[in-house]
């Protein structure tokens, strides 16, 4: 079993930045292909990004492309979601997922493994 925990979200003003953590436990995370999606009130869980258990191939959605980053560090079992420019429409919970297989994908179902979630919130 894989324990995703995140951590990092909290209110923000609207153009702010803020990184978010999810360190990983109980299994060897470079295995893993890693992804950040995010539910905000109302609304589906959607993708945000992505990035292969190989660090080099990453995807971002489009509302985020350019604003946001993910990276990792397998040596320190920690995804990062680094988020620039940030917009009230980012607000949500933000959710890190882990998918046994060299690349990461966009399905909901396609993950193995979740963690709890964090809040971001940005004010106007």
């Known amino acids: 079993q894989l324990q995703l925990v995140e951590s990092g979200g909290r209110l923000v003003q609207a153009g702010g930045s803020l990184r978010l953590s999810c360190a990983a436990s109980?299994?060897?995370?470079?295995?893993?292909?890693m992804g950040w999606f995010r539910q905000a009130p109302g609304k589906e869980r959607e993708f945000v990004a992505g990035?292969?258990?190989?660090?080099?191939?990453?995807r971002y959605a489009d509302s985020v492309k350019g604003r946001f980053t993910i990276s990792r560090d397998n040596a320190k079992n920690t995804l990062y979601l680094q988020m620039d420019s940030l917009k009230p429409e980012d607000t949500a919970v933000y959710y890190c997922?882990?998918?046994?297989?060299?690349?990461?994908?966009?399905?909901?179902?396609?993950?193995?493994?979740w963690g709890q979630g964090t809040q971001v919130t940005v004010s106007s």
């Open positions: 997922a882990a998918k046994q297989a060299t690349n990461y994908d966009t399905p909901i179902a396609n993950y193995d493994y």
């Open positions: 109980g299994r060897t995370f470079s295995n893993y292909a």
């Open positions: 990035i292969s258990k190989i660090v080099g191939r990453t």
